[in-house]
């Protein structure tokens, strides 16, 4: 089914601009009212940004690809440049490859024989992020420092794409800093903690967002919420609706998915919650995965271990 889209998508508009002025809000007024209502607001504010940013990679707001990013350019989030997480996630969304430890830079998956020879301080972190509880404290961690390692041999190397993705970066970040610096009351070391915060609550989003499957097309999760947290991620609850709809923007997933529902879920063998309630009782310290990828087998390695 092709999903058409509107020249200029005002609930999208809309939000991020309220998300904009949410973070505003937080980071002047607020904070000097109370320091920890500003916390979170700005935590949840970044949150809802890079919810924003995953719209805009994926061509929205505007037809015109530049307007769009153009409205994400601030280094809201600080950690990961918006060039870097299109590129990565772009590559994602190539779902024959969806949690090969190799091909998909989202998987949370080890190769068995690498998890084999990984040191044990490693071993411990992984282990733990691999509850919920322990994906939010410590997955913003463990996705920074990896980022930042594998950029950091990409741009020795030359990549120019790289290169580009973090010079953006520094002068987006520059924004940021001049606005808490001239305008803002809220301390740059709390807003760096509200934007580590921002990255917890998304981990509850993408903490199983795809399972090991033989099937490419099973290995991409439902989650039947339309609360909160289905706000702030953008309806990417019903991410198998969204690998399949890929261009279609937020506020058509739960439609899309109501109007075919059995179909979705023949399409990912069930792989489906009820809500997030169900998620964090089941998984909140209980590892829902291993970490060594339960079905790999050399023979499907597409790209050298590094």
Request: proline content about 7%; hydrophobic content about 45%; aromatic content about 12%.
């Amino acid at each position: 089914m092709k999903v058409r889209k509107p020249t200029i998508e005002w609930p999208t508009l809309a939000l991020l601009l309220a998300t904009y002025g949410a973070l505003a809000l937080a980071t002047t007024w607020v904070w000097q009212w109370s320091p920890v209502t500003a916390f979170l607001l700005a935590s949840v504010a970044i949150a809802q940004f890079s919810s924003l940013q995953h719209e805009v990679l994926h061509g929205h707001p505007f037809a015109n690809r530049t307007l769009s990013e153009a409205m994400v350019f601030p280094g809201v989030t600080l950690f990961v440049p918006y060039l870097r997480f299109k590129d990565l996630h772009l590559a994602h969304h190539h779902d024959p490859n969806l949690t090969d430890p190799y091909d998909d830079p989202e998987s949370n998956f080890f190769d068995p024989a690498v998890w084999a020879r990984t040191g044990m301080i490693s071993r411990q972190l992984h282990t733990a992020s691999n509850t919920l509880a322990g994906r939010i404290v410590l997955g913003p961690l463990i996705g920074a420092w990896a980022l930042l390692k594998d950029d950091a041999i990409r741009i020795a190397r030359g990549e120019s794409r790289v290169i580009l993705a973090w010079a953006l970066h520094l002068v987006g970040l520059g924004l940021v800093l001049g606005w808490l610096w001239s305008v803002g009351s809220m301390p740059v070391w709390a807003y760096v903690a509200a934007a580590y915060a921002g990255w917890g609550l998304l981990k509850i989003r993408t903490y199983l967002e795809h399972r090991a499957h033989d099937s490419a097309r099973a290995r991409t999760v439902i989650i039947e919420s339309r609360g909160p947290l289905s706000l702030l991620f953008l309806n990417n609850n019903f991410h198998a609706v969204h690998h399949i709809h890929p261009k279609a923007p937020w506020y058509m997933l739960p439609s899309l998915y109501a109007k075919n529902r059995e179909h979705y879920l023949r399409c990912n063998d069930g792989y489906v919650y009820k809500g997030y309630t169900e998620i964090f009782r089941q998984h909140l310290f209980r590892a829902k995965d291993p970490v060594p990828h339960p079905m790999w087998t050399p023979k499907k390695r597409s790209s050298p271990a590094e």
